[in-house]
C-alpha cells in the first residue's frame, strides 16, 4: 500500500486517483478529514485520514506527513460511515411520487442499480429482503444494509434511499428489520386472507358470513364513486369480501398501530395482499381500503393481486385489456384512498409497464426482487462457460425441489440441452422464459450447495468472477433495469 500518504496530502486534488485505485465518487470530507473508498484485488476499503479515522476501526499509518486508517467493509465501520455521512443511511422514500424497489441478493448489484436512479427521479429501494431470501442467501438485514450503505457511499448516490424489511409475516420479524434501521415494512397478509372462499357456494358463504347492521348500512344499497369509476355491493359479493379479508384487515390494525404508529421515528408502511390464488377485484381493493381507513390504517402503499400472472424474472401473461381495465379502477381506489399502488414481482413486466405509469398517473411503487440474480448468472454464461455448465446441470436437478416453494409454469423440455449449445451461445439462455426461470428459482441451491469437505461448491467461485467482472454486472443491470424505468416513464406526463 506503500504511498496513499502522497495521495491524501494532496486530497483533494484527485490526480492521483488512477494510481490508488480510488473510487473517485466515494471522496467526501467529515471536518477537516477526507474518507473515500479504494478497490484492492479482493475486497474494497475505506481510507479515512486526520481526525474522522479515529472513528473507524481499521489499520493506523502515522507518519509525519500525515496520518490515516485502512479500514475493512465491516459492520461496525458501516455503522459509523452512516453516522458520519447520513446520505448513507436509510430514509422513509414513500412519500415521493414515485419509487421503485431493488433488491440486491447477492450484495453486489448497487452499483449497478445506482446507475439507473441518478438517471431517473424515482426514488430507489435498494435494501429490500424477505425474510425468505435472507435465510436462502445465508444473510441477515444488517449484511443487507451494510452492502447498500458502503455502495452508495463509494458511487456518490446522495439523493436518499429507502431500506424495506420486505413480506414480513410476523411481529418479531417486523421488530428485527426496524431494530436493523429499515425505513419500510411490507406487510404481508397472505397467511390471514382466505382462499377458499372463491370456492365457496352461495349458500356456504350465507352460512359463515356475520353480515351486522352496521355493514349492510356502509355498503349495501350504495354506490361509491371513485374518479369516474363506481363501486357497488351485492350481499353475496360484501359477504366474501368480510369473509376473505377480515381478518387480514384486523391484522393489519394491530400491527400498524402497535409498530408502525408507536415507532419513535417515520417508519413507511405498505400493506400486501397480493400473495393469494385469487385476484384482488375492484370491488374487494375498495372494501379493504375502506375498512382500513374506518380502522385508523393509513398506508403508503398497498400491493393487490392484480389479474393475470406476474411470475418470477418473465413478462406478464394474461389478458392485457383485462389488466388495463382493472388497473385502471385500482389506480383510482388508491388515489382516492391517499396511497399509491404498489406492482411486486414486477421485474421483466415489459408489456404492461407503460400501463401502470400511465393509470397511476406516475404515482407508483413496483418492485423487482431477482432480476438482479439473474442477469448475475448472465454474466457467469458470459464470462466462465464451464462454471456456468455445471450450475446449469445442477439447477436441472434441483429444479424439482426448488418448484415447491414457487408459482411457474416452467417446461424443462422447451430449454436447449447443454450439450447441443456452443459457449458463445450460452448467454441465448437467458432469453428463453423456462431458462431463465430454471435459474431464477434455484438460487437459494445454487448458492447453498457444498462439496464433501464442506466448502462451498459454486459460491466462492461465483462472487470470484464477479467481483472480476463487476462493471459489466454494473452495466447490464443499468441497462435492464433503465429499460423498466423507460417503460414506466412512456406512460405519463411529467
Ligand atoms: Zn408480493
Not at 453486489?108 to 429490500?128: M, N, S, T, W
Not at 415494512?185 to 390471514?192: F, G, V
Not at 406478464?316 to 383485462?322: E, L, S
Request: hydrophobic share 35%; with cysteine; proline share 3%.
Amino acid at each position: 500500500m506503500g504511498k496513499l500518504e502522497e495521495l491524501i496530502v494532496s486530497l483533494p486534488d484527485i490526480k492521483k486517483f488512477q494510481d490508488y485505485n480510488v473510487y473517485p465518487q466515494s471522496l467526501n470530507q467529515f471536518n477537516n478529514s477526507w474518507v473515500f473508498m479504494i478497490k484492492e484485488k479482493e475486497a474494497d476499503f475505506l481510507v479515512a485520514s486526520g481526525e474522522v479515522s479515529k472513528e473507524f476501526k481499521g489499520d493506523n499509518f502515522i507518519n509525519e506527513k500525515c496520518n490515516y486508517l485502512i479500514a475493512p467493509l465491516t459492520h461496525e465501520n458501516a455503522q459509523v460511515l452512516r453516522r458520519i455521512f447520513p446520505f448513507t443511511a436509510p430514509v422513509p422514500v414513500l412519500k415521493s411520487e414515485r419509487t421503485f424497489g431493488v433488491g440486491d441478493r447477492l450484495g453486489l448489484a448497487c452499483p449497478g442499480h445506482i446507475r439507473v436512479f441518478k438517471e431517473y427521479d424515482a426514488r430507489p429501494v435498494f435494501a429490500q429482503q424477505s425474510i425468505r431470501e435472507l435465510n436462502l442467501t445465508n444473510r441477515t438485514y444488517a449484511d443487507v444494509l451494510d452492502a447498500v450503505s458502503f455502495s452508495v457511499f463509494r458511487e456518490g448516490y446522495k439523493y436518499g434511499f429507502g431500506a424495506d424489511g420486505d413480506h414480513l409475516k410476523k411481529p418479531e420479524e417486523i421488530v428485527y428489520a426496524l431494530e436493523n434501521g429499515y425505513t419500510m415494512i411490507t406487510l404481508d397478509c397472505s397467511e390471514h386472507i382466505r382462499n377458499d372462499v372463491l370456492g365457496m357456494s352461495k349458500d356456504e358463504v350465507d352460512k359463515e358470513a356475520i353480515l351486522n347492521l352496521e355493514l349492510k348500512e356502509r355498503y349495501l344499497n350504495r354506490t361509491f364513486t371513485v374518479e369516474d369509476e363506481e363501486v357497488n355491493y351485492t350481499e353475496e359479493e360484501l359477504k366474501r369480501c368480510i369473509l376473505i379479508y377480515q381478518d387480514a384487515i384486523r391484522f393489519a390494525a394491530k400491527i400498524y398501530h402497535e409498530f408502525i404508529v408507536n415507532s419513535n421515528r417515520e417508519v413507511n408502511f405498505e400493506i400486501s395482499i397480493d400473495e393469494t390464488f385469487s385476484p384482488t377485484t375492484p370491488t374487494q381493493h375498495y372494501f379493504v381500503a375502506n375498512e382500513l381507513l374506518l380502522a385508523g390504517v393509513k398506508p403508503d402503499t398497498l400491493a393487490p393481486r392484480f389479474c393475470g400472472e406476474f411470475q418470477k424474472g418473465i413478462d406478464y401473461i394474461g389478458d392485457i385489456d383485462q389488466f388495463e381495465k382493472e388497473l385502471k379502477t385500482h389506480a383510482a381506489i388508491a388515489r382516492h384512498f391517499g396511497y399509491r399502488l404498489s406492482v411486486h414481482s414486477g421485474s421483466d413486466k415489459f408489456s404492461i409497464f407503460e400501463l401502470i405509469g400511465k393509470y397511476t398517473k406516475g404515482r407508483f411503487h413496483v418492485k423487482t426482487a431477482g432480476t438482479n440474480w439473474l442477469e448475475a448468472m448472465e454474466v457467469v454464461a458470459m464470462k466462465d462457460q464451464a462454471l456456468y455448465r455445471e450450475i446449469h446441470a445442477y439447477a436441472l436437478e434441483k429444479f424439482p425441489e426448488a418448484q415447491k416453494y414457487y408459482y411457474v409454469t416452467t417446461d424443462l423440455n422447451q430449454i436447449t440441452e447443454l450439450g447441443e449449445l456452443s459457449d458463445s451461445n450460452l448467454p441465448s439462455l437467458f432469453k428463453n422464459n423456462h431458462a431463465r426461470q430454471l435459474i431464477h428459482i434455484t438460487y437459494g441451491f445454487i448458492l447453498n450447495a457444498k462439496n464433501e469437505d464442506g466448502s462451498y461448491r459454486f459460491k466462492d467461485r461465483l462472487y470470484g468472477l464477479w467481483r472480476k467482472h463487476e462493471e459489466t454486472y454494473s452495466e447490464m443491470l443499468h441497462k435492464h433495469i433503465g429499460e423498466h424505468l423507460k417503460l414506466l416513464y412512456q406512460g405519463f406526463d411529467k
